[in-house]
């Protein structure tokens, strides 16, 4: 099997089970990876199975200024490469059309990942098809090897359709974790055979069934309800509309919310749900490990997530969350949104609800509250689809054989 540099945003991270899920996964069809991260981590702790991933980790410098003698030997050693003035040329093109300290960045970071990529390394896989995908290519041309690129949610639609287009055709393929981006990617390529949806899945083995939960919850006083919602606390994912939601709720109706995740919006919410007079009844938990996480799906009744479309055009794309929780016989509830239509069939395999829409995400969630039987049939059902459609290991297989074959 071969040896594949795969290129991170920033490793490890709470926030991205996903990735780690998936390394792990390709480290087990026996694919040797090296990884490579353009950032440190910044998370207080790690998951567990990022402990069981054997891949050793290149940090490349985060600013050119911080190591510049490493940048300036790889700039040295990328001279006397034949393929220099054609990664040079890629890159000037790309930095007149989005003249950013960023861009140059990435360049400086391309050139210390083609010194220091392993001989052994026979292509590279980013994660990301925006910073990351364009240390990626860069590197790519400097070394003469094939590279891929998995594309998610905000890398596509916060960046300009040329540099997507320009990645795509010179890409060995890219793969994305939903329908709707695949046809968006698709759309943007001379050769859309090279996109392909790959979803992460889930992998029952770290996320077991529990069974039917027993004496759930009703909202009464009797049977308070326990809600949860996991992510960052970041604009795409709305939660100031799921608080002002919670707000509304009935007076007579029981319940607490259980928030999962870091990010910069926390401070902000939470002066929200003070404002709100709500803040006795939400606990903040911060970012955790992968089986605390788990340990509260269990304790919940229902799922939330009430993500939106920013002014920039971020959005999720199928939250690995929604698979998780329905992992855990979790009745979700989120919105029609981007690729959460392929995982939750409304009415049937959990609720969506329109984007942003305050009033209908709280009769959704009072609805549900006063209806355990309704949450767990509908738990059943999206646990049985979850099975058949959404295994990790068949998506996996399916990314292997793509990254052998490059």
């Given amino acids: 099997m071969p040896c594949v540099a795969v290129v991170l945003k920033g490793y490890p991270r709470l926030s991205e089970t996903f990735i780690a899920q998936e390394l792990k996964a390709l480290e087990d069809l026996g694919l040797t990876l090296k990884l490579v991260s353009l950032r440190h981590p910044t998370d207080q702790t790690i998951h567990p199975i990022h402990r069981e991933i054997h891949a050793s980790v290149n940090y490349l410098p985060e600013y050119a200024y911080q190591e510049p003698w490493r940048v300036i030997r790889a700039l040295i050693h990328a001279l006397g490469r034949l393929r220099f003035k054609d990664a040079a ?85 890219a793969v994305t974790c939903t329908q709707s981006n695949a046809e968006h990617l698709k759309a943007l390529c001379e050769r859309p055979e090279r996109v392909h949806r790959l979803y992460h899945g889930i992998d029952f083995g770290r996320f077991p069934d529990p069974g039917p939960k027993q004496g759930a919850a009703d909202g009464s006083a009797a049977r308070p309800a326990t809600l949860v919602s996991v992510g960052r606390a970041v604009a795409k994912k709305g939660y100031p509309v799921l608080l002002e939601a919670l707000a509304r709720l009935p007076a007579d109706l029981a319940w607490r919310f259980v928030h999962v995740g870091g990010g910069p919006a926390l401070p902000g919410l939470k002066r929200l749900a003070g404002d709100l007079g709500i803040a006795s009844r939400v606990e903040w938990r911060g970012a955790l490990p992968q089986d605390q996480v788990l340990a509260i799906y269990r304790d919940a009744d229902l799922f939330v997530l009430a993500s939106i479309v920013t002014a920039d055009g971020d959005r999720d794309g199928l939250p690995n969350v929604l698979m998780e929780a329905q992992s855990q016989r979790l009745c979700c509830i989120a919105s029609d949104l981007s690729g959460v239509p392929e995982l939750i069939e409304d009415g049937k395999t959990g609720i969506l609800v329109p984007p942003g829409d305050v009033a209908a995400l709280a009769r959704a969630i009072e609805s549900l509250v006063r209806n355990p039987d309704h949450r767990a049939h509908t738990a059943a059902l999206a646990i049985s689809k979850l099975r058949a459609s959404f295994s990790s290991d068949r998506e996996i297989e399916r990314l292997g054989n793509l990254l052998s074959s490059l």
């Fill in 89 to 173: 040329r890629t890159w000037l093109r790309d930095l007149r059309r989005d003249f950013t300290p960023n861009r140059a960045r990435r360049f400086a970071q391309a050139l210390v990942l083609a010194r220091e990529m392993p001989s052994e390394c026979r292509a590279i896989y980013a994660h990301f098809i925006h910073t990351p995908a364009s240390v990626a290519r860069y590197a790519s041309i400097l070394v003469q090897r094939p590279w891929a690129v998995s594309a998610h949610a905000k890398d596509i639609w916060t960046i300009a359709a040329w540099e997507k287009r320009e990645k795509l055709a010179s890409c060995g393929f």
